[in-house]
């Protein structure tokens, strides 16, 4: 890596991913390495992780805010291309681009003094109309730039350094760090009730349970999962019933928790309060095993582990049927959710946006949480507690991230990858298990 500061005309995509010059800002295809008729999704995948690797070995230095932001694309380029619907969309553009290329070009075969339908005279015929179509040409040019920058490809001027909006994290992280925030007070809802009464106090010397984890109780109950007139992966909304009550985290689980039961710290962004990041699955369900084999714990009956993927919607959704738990309008989003438009680019500590109703927070947006299951596709009817699949293309991810646009943060967004991929967005909020009395 180069000890020397980024320059402002530091071109990631070309020194970290080996993108011509030419090439840059890269098309999502371009950005992955792969060819435009590629429709393989573990190709797709597979290009997409290799390129993120590239990059990843720049997280946490001096070249974060670039790793950062590459990545984002990154992703947003795997998901696109690998969602039939967001591809069309996508390829329609490129083409529409290439289109318009094709028509400005100058057509090389045309004969001196020779004339275009219309009568039109072509480019060449003489010095004079040649310098004044020069002119032309030029103009043409930079504004074909310009909106090939803006419309269809990716913000190259994004992934320059922005001096305001870095003071702007540092300063709300460490207002964040340096302000302890009040607990978080319940939400009164006639469907839950707060289990507090099960941790023991710091003060009374007696082992503090879950390592501080707050819990809230839900009950059983039916829902409908997934959506309609969205990407395939939430589609089709079924019927989905929990039959027993469970505890969930009321945060995701933090980094000062995580280090108490591993000893280690894998977190990206730093901050005791922020959410555990850069965690894969098999990370995170031994987090959950460590946890439940506690001496203190053990002797509690409890069992810590991942939600499953019905478990978390259902928590999420609180009783909606909105594409968020505040609602369908993306302007709201912001008051319950740290994600691309107001996250800066980082976590931030755990329950500083508003819960949804029944008294979560972080559902949406922050870090992606870990589900138990692997991915399976929707199937048509109703089901009772799914599990997913006994095996599957990858393990399941929900919620978005802090660099997610508001459309990947949705209740019934859906995303797996594989349990041994730990990209920076990946934490976990556990579920705790309920003892029910013999007979219930």
Known sequence: MNSQEPSDTFNPYHVWLGIP?????????ELLGISLNEDDRFVIESAAERQRSHVEQYLGTKWNQFANQLISQIDEAEITLLSPELRREYDRKVNLFKKRRK???IDPTAAPG????GGTRSVGEGSGLAREYAGIVSVLAIAFIAMAASSFF???KKLLPDPEQKQQAEEQTAVAENSRPEEPGTVENNNTETTSAAMQSEESGEPLLGVGIQFKRLPGGTFTMGAANERGSSSPPHSVTITKPFEIGIHEVTQKQYEAVMGT???????ENHPVDSLNWNQATEFCRKLSAMPAEKAAGHVYRLPTEAEWEYACRAGTSSKFCCGDDESELEDYAWFKNNALTTTHPVGQKKPNLWGLYDMHGNVYEWCQDFYTRYQEGAVTDPQGGETGPGRVVRGGGMS???DYCRSSERAYVSAETNRHS???????EIALPAGE
């Not at 020779?114 to 339908?117: K, N, T, V």
């Not at 710290?265 to 901050?271: E, H, I, K, L, M």
């Not at 990946?426 to 579920?431: C, Q």
């Open 21 to 29: 010059q030419q090439k840059c800002p890269p098309t999502f295809y």
């Open 103 to 105: 028509n400005r070009q």
């Open 114 to 117: 020779a004339l275009m339908p």
């Open 154 to 156: 990716l913000p190259w």
């Open 265 to 271: 710290n894998p977190s990206v962004y730093a901050g």
């Open 404 to 406: 997610n646009i508001a």
């Open 426 to 432: 990946y934490g976990l909020r556990v579920v705790r």
